[in-house]
């Protein structure tokens, strides 16, 4: 039974960098996929991208050139880094296993962009 | 990007009867070499993550009740919930990981 957990910051400022941790707490973090997956409030999902535990990253072509996904297996966490935020990018952020079937997500974690 | 979208956008049903949510995208996910359709069902109760369901447009999920059937093939795909139960009531998402993974818009299901 995999547990994940996001965590970061709440409130972001327009134009900085969005940065979430998603904690896998049990299971292995090894030989899986994890990815991050966005929902704005009262809409619908959109993907993000994922990242192998290998290092392997694969991102959405929409938010490419905004998004870093990194992996550290020590600590048993992968993160979401978000550049140049605007009030567009307000939204729950889960974190979920799977490259593209998604097995187990987390809790989510809403971002609110906003001066 | 494959474009999905579904119908209807809610509905309302009573306990016990069936439910049939509709999924349909923009290109076929049908794989013609492993002959799979590309297709998830996810249910998201409010404030919660969503569940997944179903995979590969008819393979449930470990723990999903028989009561939830996915079908379809192609560009053309169904959610059925057989017999309404209370704990039902959510909205119902289709993803298609054929290509970039997208998801539809949503079917609310609540209980008349």
């Known amino acids: 039974q995999v547990q994940l957990q996001e965590s970061g910051p709440g409130l972001v400022k327009p134009s900085e960098t969005l940065s979430l941790t998603c904690i896998v707490s049990?299971?292995?973090?090894?030989?899986?996929?994890w990815t991050w997956i966005r929902q704005p409030p009262g809409k619908g999902l959109e993907w993000i991208g994922y990242?192998?535990?290998?290092?392997?990253?694969n991102y959405n072509p929409s938010l490419k050139s905004r998004v870093t996904i990194s992996l550290d297996t020590s600590k048993r966490q992968f993160s979401l880094k978000l550049t140049s935020v605007t009030a567009a990018d307000t939204a729950v952020y889960y974190c979920a296993k799977g490259m593209d079937i998604f097995d187990y997500w987390g809790q989510g974690i809403l971002v609110t962009v906003s001066s | 990007d494959i474009v999905m979208t579904q119908s209807p956008d809610s509905l309302a049903v009573s306990l016990g009867e069936r439910a049939t949510i509709n999924c349909k995208s923009s290109q076929s996910i049908l794989n013609n070499s492993n002959n799979k359709n590309y297709l998830a069902w996810y249910q998201q109760k409010p404030g919660q993550p969503p569940k997944l369901l179903t995979y590969?447009?008819?393979t449930r999920d470990s723990g999903v009740p028989d009561r939830f059937s996915g079908s379809g093939s192609g560009t053309d795909f169904t959610l059925t919930i057989t017999s309404l139960q209370a704990e039902d009531v959510a909205v119902y998402y289709c993803q298609q990981y054929y290509s970039t993974p997208t998801f539809g818009p949503g079917t609310k299901l609540d209980v008349k």
């Open positions: 049990s299971g292995s973090i090894s030989s899986y996929y």
């Open positions: 590969w447009a008819s």
């Open positions: 990242i192998y535990y290998s290092g392997t990253t």
